[in-house]
């Protein structure tokens, strides 16, 4: 079955920054758009970032536009979040997930999450 | 910007019929998907592109998207459907993800 999994969570004090990465594996990672989904502890879903199967187009949600940086490597199977100038709403378990091959946004295989804290 | 409404709480008796309501301006034009999420879970996609089901997710799962209103309605339920339920849109006017902010279903 499709898997994902991602690493590189930790704490961090403010300002600091953080790469977190999710190795896929049982697909054809090279085929599939792909997105990080951010949860802070206890609230909702809130979407972090998109990139493109061939990496050309990226999206970003305002709140993160300018300090985080999505990229891809489709050789090693692995999708990263460098994590920048990092504040302490931006702590939450990230997630990485595959998208629905020509259905935009819908995810049908997340990873289990990687825990960001930043604090001082 | 775009927003998604959502309930923030649904009861319903095991057996009968939840229906979990997402509202947006014209929402009937976009592509609807919805998830679950259980407990220090991740989320499961169960409705994408308004009502299609990924493989494995029972029949009783269903969507429906028209004029501002999308829907997730629950037949049958059972105490394993008690979890939160998020729906989600892509808006090519911004090109962002949208989450709904989520509804509890609590299965009384």
């Known amino acids: 079955e499709v898997q994902l999994v991602e690493s590189g969570g930790g704490l961090v004090q403010p300002g600091g920054s953080l790469r977190l990465s999710c190795a896929a594996s049982?697909?054809?990672?090279?085929?599939?758009?792909l997105n990080w989904v951010r949860q802070a502890p206890g609230k909702g879903l809130e979407w972090v970032s998109y990139i493109s199967s061939s990496g050309d187009t990226i999206y970003y949600a305002d709140s993160v536009k300018g300090r985080f940086t999505i990229s891809r490597d489709n050789a090693k199977n692995s999708l990263y979040l460098q994590m920048n100038s990092l504040r302490a709403e931006d702590t939450a378990v990230y997630y990485c997930?595959?998208?629905?091959?020509?259905?935009?946004?819908?995810?049908?295989?997340w990873g289990q999450g990687t825990l960001v804290t930043v604090s001082s | 910007s775009y927003v998604l409404t959502q309930p923030p709480s649904v009861s319903v008796a095991p057996g009968q019929t939840a229906r979990i309501t997402c509202g947006g301006n014209?929402?009937?034009?976009?592509?609807v998907h919805w998830y679950q999420q259980k407990p220090g879970q991740a989320p499961v996609l169960v409705v994408y592109?308004?009502?299609d089901r990924p493989s494995g997710i029972p029949e009783r799962f269903s969507g429906s998207n028209s004029g501002n209103t999308a829907t997730l309605t629950i037949s049958r339920v059972e105490a394993g459907d008690e979890a939160d339920y998020y729906c989600?849109?892509?808006?090519?006017?911004?090109?962002?993800?949208?989450f709904g902010g989520g509804t509890k279903l609590t299965v009384l």
């Open positions: 049982r697909f054809t990672f090279s085929s599939y758009e």
């Open positions: 997930a595959r998208e629905v091959r020509a259905v935009p946004a819908a995810c049908d295989y």
């Open positions: 014209n929402i009937g034009s976009k592509s």
């Open positions: 592109d308004d009502s």
């Open positions: 989600q849109v892509w808006d090519s006017s911004s090109d962002h993800v949208l």
